[in-house]
């Protein structure tokens, strides 16, 4: 027996969307090519999921499997005629007086008439959607990176600069072929974006945490602080405290339609690592005007 495209993706008919999307994205990364080099048979799973996925992750698709199984993906295929091809058979089952049965060569001859000779207008391929998993940076600045498709063809995707996680892509001509000459549809990829470690993204902000010392704090000191194009050097101002936030403008994600957005650096002022002399503590303490316990929020529990 075939196996059903709900058992590829190892859930129930009844799955919902979001269990459908789950199944195959956890799937998908296993048996991906780039995890699985030169295995072929992680690729040929690959190829299954995505072509499981191509039908049961379009809502109309996924009605027509539900009602016709695997016919519903032949090239001519029409639902109607689908249907009036079913009906046919059933009043010819039951026909009074029905003189003889209808041959094999007639029956199929009857099938291709509904569902390919009276099909003659072209008609365009349906699209294809896959997710593309990125690097923060190459998001942020844009880049090209490679996708396999289904069908094992390698495809390079262009990434605008500033797409953000979930942002989507769209690729003329990937899609499925089209039928009786009509073009093909397009390649339609969901940017799954990847944490960076350094920067955080906040619509088209970025915010780092930048360490300083107990020492360029009291006294200020011009700093190096991490953009996404590389270091710059700014000034901390004397006195300044930790959580102290800083503005280095249009230093965040631009995007061609959109204003530049800004980097945020919050200070973070950092304690020697070694043992200090307790005459350098003694003489740090007595800086202080207000003691630092009675500025700081009461704990609760």
């Known amino acids: ?83 009036a091809h079913t009906r046919w058979q059933e009043q010819s089952r039951w026909r ?41 940076r190459t998001a942020a600045l844009g880049g090209v990176r490679s996708l396999l498709l289904g069908s094992g063809e390698p495809v390079d995707v262009r990434i605008p600069p500033g797409v953000a996680d979930g942002g989507s892509i769209r690729i003329h001509g990937k899609g499925q ?54 270091r710059i050097v700014m000034t901390v101002s004397p006195h300044a405290q930790s959580g102290q936030v800083l503005r280095i403008r249009d230093r965040g994600i631009h995007r061609k339609d959109k204003a530049p957005g800004h980097l945020y650096a919050h200070l973070v002022v950092v304690a020697p690592d070694g043992d200090v002399d307790d005459d350098v503590l003694e003489k740090l303490a007595a800086a202080y005007t207000t003691p630092v316990r009675d500025s700081a929020p009461e704990a609760t529990s």
């Open 1 to 83: 027996m075939e196996e059903s495209l709900y058992d590829v993706l190892g859930v129930a008919k009844t799955a919902t969307e979001k269990e459908l999307k789950k199944a195959y994205r956890t799937l998908a990364r296993k048996h991906h090519p780039d995890v699985n080099p030169g295995d072929a048979g992680a690729e040929e799973r690959f190829k299954t999921l995505s072509s499981a996925w191509d039908v049961l992750g379009d809502p109309e698709k996924r009605k027509l499997y539900d009602e016709f199984g695997a016919d519903a993906s032949r090239a001519g295929f029409d639902p109607e005629q689908a249907r």
């Open 96 to 136: 009074p007086g029905q003189q003889r049965a209808r041959s094999a060569d007639e029956n199929e001859q009857m099938y291709e008439s509904l569902f390919g000779r009276r099909n003659r207008a072209p008609r365009r391929g349906r699209d294809i959607q896959a997710d593309l998993v990125t690097d923060f």
């Open 177 to 230: 072929p089209g039928q009786l000459g009509g073009p093909p549809g397009d390649l339609l990829i969901t940017l799954r974006v990847e944490a960076d470690p350094q920067f955080r993204r906040d619509g088209l902000d970025l915010h780092v945490d930048l360490p300083v010392t107990i020492v360029e704090a009291i006294r200020g000191a011009k700093v190096e602080v991490p953009t996404l194009e590389g």
